[in-house]
């Protein structure tokens, strides 16, 4: 069930954000999540989209230096300690956790987030097994 996501390294420069929104925005292309991260010299955007290959192939288009990675995304229970419990299966587990991000809609009431952690298999099979939705491409592209 893994997720596409699209990875673009830009300069941290003013209006290369921008840049990106405006290429994908003008192609129809929807951002369903995203996260950035910088440094002094660059910055890191993370997108979920509806149509991450066709992304893809807009932003190396247009000279952007992009990566198709794959990603998990999980419900997770919408109360105090809910990310702490599914945290804390994965560090049972021995499942190391390189970054996550939240989307902004929320499904059956419960929050969703966006996991890239070593071995997604394991990390799907782990919270299926626990019960814990995790959520397949084309739910997350048609939020």
């Known amino acids: 069930m ?4 699209i990875t673009v ?8 954000l921008a840049n990106v929104a405006k ?6 292309i929807n951002i369903r999540a995203f996260s ?9 955007l993370r997108l979920i989209v509806n149509d991450p290959d066709h992304t893809y192939e ?3 288009r247009e000279q952007f230096t992009v990566r198709l990675t794959e990603v998990i995304a999980v ?10 419990e599914v945290l ?14 939240a989307f902004v ?3 059956s009431g419960d929050a969703l987030a966006v996991f890239r952690v070593e071995n997604s298999r394991v990390a799907e099979q782990l919270m299926l097994g626990k019960g814990i939705k995790v959520l397949s491409g084309e739910d997350v592209y048609n939020l």
């Open 2 to 5: 893994p997720v596409k996501q």
């Open 9 to 16: 390294f830009l300069e941290n420069k003013c209006g290369r």
């Open 23 to 28: 290429v994908i925005g003008d192609e129809g």
């Open 36 to 44: 950035v991260a910088d440094t002094t010299d660059f910055g890191i």
């Open 58 to 60: 807009v932003l190396r």
């Open 75 to 84: 419900q997770i229970p919408d109360h105090p300690g809910g990310l702490a």
């Open 88 to 101: 804390a299966l994965m560090q049972e587990a021995g499942i190391n956790i390189e970054y996550l991000y």
């Open 105 to 107: 809609a929320k499904v």
